[in-house]
């Protein structure tokens, strides 16, 4: 191979490489990011999906409170109803229909108990038939339930994906319920179980789109899990429940055996041979976990197109260029022969050739160029020998000005030196700030999310604010109803009062015809003593009927002594009835300042929930705001480090336009020496 030929077979194979090594990195940088911007797009979904999960957690938690704080359940759970058939029976259907409707709402609830005592009826929306294929009644078993649930003998674990005893009791399969709430009620006498249905988590796990040949999983604490698989075309989704998918497995206790394990995150593992991506997002609430294992080709299928791509180009560009190049290196050679032995003749010293090529191309222009080239030289060899003094003289002024350009190039060269060091230290600043507004959107987005938990916050407090207003407009109307019953009392002691006072007039009239009486009987013993042994039998009758004066007399004056107490009696009543109504009044009006109070206090809350909206308005307005100044910052630093360049590039110009001027000196002192050489060299070309 000659050198003309390794020289062009360099040319074209310097590109080839670099396309080379650029496609390689371009893979393996498309490779590194695709899978970190996968990881994190995954993990957000998975976080999304537990934060679902953990606010359905929410839901079921507060519908078993509503129960457990039931006033009238209390009573029943307690035995309280038992003597009032009606109350209870009323109580059980409508426990019974809330029960249903909570079950056919929210579809995450699968079925709902209510543990009981042993001798009061358990509520279930799972019923048992009999023989005879009746429902049965069901009676609680909670000292035994609580016996086996209470993890430390004392409390309930609020979340358990077992209840053995209950489904012993109930004819229940494991399979029906995945999850279980437990809460017992404001008494301790009952429980409260709320399944979740597996049904659901299956067909939410489904929705969640990992790509194809993706395994997304849900798994308890304890090692229940339900597993959704992606078929291989992508379209497939079946899921089951089982074990052992996840839960047993290295990557996966490695990741849960430690104590400072992590709410999410991802790893690459290895599952039965293949190579996976590992994702996990853990409830604080349940302590469930939702786990995926997406296949690595899945996260780096882009980049892997990429590599094909572009060893595909690289493989016909270097067959092309080799065609290309070995049809140049012909024409270049035959061109290069002919220029050769005119430059040959013209080497000898004459300057009459002319040069020939064949071809269009540029050696045509070449040898045309060479051609004019020697012909002018021919002209320049006549004008040389004259030119001989004058260029003595101009040697002698760039030396001189080569001094000067001496001097300023050192000058510019410590001023480009500053410059440069300048431009470092902005550009140190500049990464700083990139940095600290990177630290800044992550805060951003944490106050973010904190607005949104205290916005759900205040939206659950104007809630309980409407049922507390609820309950004091009820306790306002009993106060009224209250007020009017004081107020019958009253009414109704007044005419007690107005009746002792008639008694009164007729216990007078009594006492005045019991001393008539006696003075009729006093007159009719005298007249029977005037009449001797003939009015004996008038005088018995006369002693008889004083005697029946006295007793009148006697119980006129026990009946006014029972009056008077019965009025004293009821001027007291009066007097308390009258207190009664004024603490009554003063009820009513400290109901109306509560109603007005929680009036005041839901406007607040209305009030508060706006300022929550446009905090997190203004939150997002920021955040906006901050990707705008950080791309600024960026191409701020990308200016500084670009000027940087140019100032080292500056800097290597003024050193080499030094070095140009220190050859020059050397030169300009060598071409006087030079002169009487040349003299005798140009007089050896031929010109005519």
């Not at 006696?518 to 005298?526: Q, R, W, Y």
């Not at 009554?584 to 406007?603: I, N, P, R, Y």
Request: aromatic content about 6%; glycine content about 8%; overall charge negative.
């Amino acid at each position: 191979m000659n050198k003309i030929s390794f020289k062009i077979f360099i040319c074209f194979f310097i590109p080839i490489l670099f396309m080379i090594i650029i496609g390689t990195m371009a893979y393996q940088k498309s490779a590194e990011g695709m899978n970190g911007q996968f990881q994190e797009s995954t993990l957000q979904t998975l976080n999304m999906a537990t934060e679902y999960i953990e606010m359905s957690g929410k839901f079921i938690e507060t519908e078993a409170a509503r129960y457990a704080f039931d006033a009238t359940l209390g009573k029943y759970y307690l035995g309280l109803l038992d003597t009032d058939q009606f109350a209870r029976s009323e109580a059980v259907k409508s426990a019974k229909s809330n029960l249903m409707s909570a079950k056919t709402t929210n579809p995450f609830i699968g079925n709902i108990h209510i543990v009981t005592k042993s001798d009061v009826e358990m509520l279930s929306t799972y019923s048992t038939t009999n023989e005879l294929g009746l429902t049965s009644r069901q009676t609680g078993n909670l000292e035994e339930y609580k016996e086996q649930m209470m993890a430390d003998g004392k409390n309930l674990d609020k979340w358990v994906d077992n209840h053995s005893c209950l489904d012993e009791l109930l004819s229940l399969d494991q399979s029906d319920y995945i999850l279980a709430y437990q809460m017992m009620s404001s008494q301790k006498s009952a429980c409260i179980v709320i399944d979740v249905k597996p049904e659901a988590i299956g067909e939410f796990l489904s929705n969640l789109e990992l790509g194809s040949g993706s395994i997304a999983g849900f798994v308890t604490k304890n090692g229940r899990e339900i597993i959704c698989m992606d078929g291989e075309d992508g379209e497939t989704k079946v899921w089951r429940e089982g074990e052992g998918t996840f839960y047993g497995q290295d990557f996966y206790t490695d990741i849960f055996s430690s104590a400072d394990a992590e709410q999410s995150g991802a790893r690459e593992v290895s599952y039965e041979g293949r190579d996976y991506l590992f994702l996990y997002s853990t409830s604080q609430i349940n302590q469930a976990s939702i786990c995926a294992l997406v296949p690595m080709h899945v996260v780096t299928g882009q980049a892997e197109t990429i590599k094909k791509l572009t060893l595909t180009l690289v493989v016909l560009a270097a067959v092309i260029a080799g065609i290309i190049g070995l049809a140049i290196t012909a024409g270049i050679q035959k061109n290069m022969k002919k220029i050769s032995h005119s430059f040959g003749r013209v080497a000898g010293g004459d300057l009459t050739v002319q040069v020939k090529a064949s071809g269009r191309d540029e050696f045509r222009g070449l040898a045309a160029s060479a051609t004019n080239m020697i012909y002018k030289n021919k002209k320049l060899v006549v004008k040389v020998t004259d030119a001989t003094a004058q260029l003595e003289t101009s040697a002698r002024e760039v030396k001189d000005a080569s001094r000067i350009i001496s001097g300023y190039s050192q000058e510019i060269a410590s001023s480009i030196g500053g410059i440069n060091e300048g431009m470092s230290r902005q550009f140190t600043h500049a990464q700083v700030c990139v940095e600290q507004t990177n630290a800044l959107s992550d805060e951003i987005g944490d106050v973010k999310k904190i607005v949104e938990k205290v916005e759900l916050l205040v939206g659950e407090t104007e809630e309980m604010i409407d049922r507390g207003m609820s309950m004091v407009q009820n306790l306002g109307q009993r106060a009224k109803e209250t007020t009017d019953i004081t107020c019958q009392v009253g009414q109704s002691i007044e005419v007690l009062e107005q009746e002792s006072t008639i008694i009164g007039g007729f216990v007078g009239t009594i006492a005045e015809i019991a001393r008539q009486t006696n003075l009729l009987s006093l007159n009719a013993s005298i007249e029977a003593a005037r009449a001797g042994e003939a009015g004996r039998g008038f005088g018995v009758v006369a002693e008889e009927i004083r005697k029946l004066a006295d007793n009148s007399a006697e119980a006129a004056g026990e009946i006014r002594n029972n009056v008077e107490n019965v009025t004293k009696q009821t001027k007291d009543s009066m007097e308390n009835a009258r207190r009664a109504e004024q603490m009554v009044a003063l009820q009513t009006q400290a109901v109306g300042e509560v109603t007005t109070l929680f009036k005041d206090m839901s406007s607040r809350m209305s009030g508060l929930i706006g300022g929550l909206k446009e905090i997190a308005s203004s939150m997002e307005k920021a955040d906006e705001k901050r990707g705008e100044t950080l791309g600024s910052v960026r191409n701020i630093s990308g200016i500084i480090e670009d000027t940087a360049d140019a100032a080292k590039e500056v800097g290597k110009v003024i050193l080499l336009l030094s070095e140009s001027v220190d050859n020059l000196n050397r030169i300009s002192t060598t071409l006087d020496q030079n002169m009487g050489e040349l003299k005798s060299e140009i007089s050896l070309f031929k010109i005519r």
